[in-house]
Structure formats: C-alpha cells, structure tokens
C-alpha cells in the first residue's frame, strides 16, 4: 500500500527566505505526482504536477523535482511572501488495482510566511 | 472554463439525516473523483467513475454512501443516516484520458459537519 510522507508538518519562514517542503513516498513505482495548495477552508489547487520519466517541473518561482527511485520529492519556493502561506500537499499517483491509478496524499505541510 | 465545481460550499445537518452533494467536472473531462478529507488529514479516495461508469469504491465508501454519475456529466454524492463521523470536506476532482498520467483537477469542496 502507497504511503506519502511530508516533512515537516508545518514551517514559518520570514518574508524572502527561500524553502523547500519535502515529500517521501513508499512504492517508486508511480505514474506522476503532484503537488497542491490548499488555502483554510478551501479546495486544492494544482500546482504542478512531474510525470515519473521527468526529474523537475517549474513553474515561476516554484520548482519541484522527482527522485523517483529514492521515493522522495521537493517543492522548493523562491523568495518566500506572505500570500505563500497556505498547507501544500504532495499526491502520488500509482496503480490501486482493477485498471485503476488513485493518488494517494500526504498530510501536507503547512507553510507560514511572516511578513 | 470556470474549473470543477460544487455545490453547496457547506452544509449542517442533524444527525440521522440523508445529504446529497453535487459536483460538476471541467467539461469533456470523463473522469471524476470523489474524496474526503478530515481536518489535518490529507485527501483520501473514495470513489471513481470513467465516464458514467463507477469502477473503484474504497473500503471507506460504506453502504449508507452512494455515488452516481448520470449520462458521464455531473456527480452526485449521497450520504444516508448522517453520523457525525461524518463532518468533513468532501472533494470533487476531473481529469481528461484514459491512461494513468493524468492531471487531477479539484473543486473547492463541500465542508459537511454532522450535530
């Protein structure tokens, strides 16, 4: 059974600082992951998303990359601001059976940036 | 586009009661999803449909939980005899192929809280 682990739980940065969120998974054998956003209260915005023959997918000052054969990726956020603040979350995406992909999701990381 | 959409955005019921919530997948996508999500948890799979046809439930989807994807447009989500174990948010998701690499799209959720 897929297991996603992020670390850490939750992280307060000052404004500017430059973070990585990190995410570990247990079964390599994944299609592609994802990672999302997720304001309180609100659904999951997609934020990028690195199929399992990619290393790294960027997205402004985001930049996440894939270790597929360690179980483990990274979301790294350049020059931190306060509208970062939100619980980022990592999904693997792997076969569950009966011709079916499900991701599966971590507890996410809840980033703090203080102004 | 407006994205995948849901509806109501809360709902409270009194336990022992049935609720019903409604999910509109990004157009021509023909898969949706449905998920839960306990506070401080990350989404967990419910249930699948290709198209109008359900394939995967999870073991979570009790026989009180039902799901229809009528004419492979709109999802509905019923929950019979309400039990506060219940209150969480329910997450919509679409995405757009037939293989595994696929991109997960989520609505913002229907927060459902059990008195």
Redesign the interface.
């Known amino acids: 059974k897929q297991e ?1 682990t992020q670390i850490p739980a939750a992280l307060s940065v000052p404004e500017g600082e430059n973070l990585v969120l990190n995410c570990s998974f247990t079964d390599s054998a994944i ?2 992951l ?1 990672w ?1 956003r997720q304001d309180p ?6 934020l990028l ?1 690195i ?2 023959s990619q290393r790294e997918q960027t997205s402004g000052r985001l930049n996440a990359s894939l270790d597929k054969s360690s179980g483990r990726s990274t979301l790294y956020i350049a020059a931190s601001q306060p509208g970062d603040s939100a619980t980022y ?1 990592c ?1 693997v ?1 792997s ?14 990381t809840k980033l703090s940036v203080i102004p | 586009d407006t994205g995948v959409s849901q509806d109501p955005r809360h709902k409270i019921t009194k336990r022992g009661q049935n609720v019903t919530f409604r999910c509109d997948p990004i157009s021509e996508h023909n898969r949706l999803y449905w998920y839960r999500q306990t506070l401080g948890q990350g989404p967990e799979f419910l249930t699948y449909f290709q198209n109008e046809a359900q394939l995967e439930k999870s073991r979570l989807l009790s026989d009180r939980f039902s799901a229809e994807r009528p004419k492979g447009s709109f999802s509905t989500l019923e929950i019979q005899r309400t039990e506060q174990g219940d209150s969480a948010m329910y997450l919509c998701a679409s995405s757009l192929g037939v293989g595994p690499n696929t991109e997960a799209f989520f609505g913002q959720g229907t927060r459902l809280t059990v008195v």
């Open positions: 996603v299609y592609n994802q999302f209260g609100k659904g999951l915005t997609s998303l199929q399992s979350l999904a995406r076969y569950s059976g009966a011709g079916s992909y499900q991701l599966t999701f971590g507890k996410g």
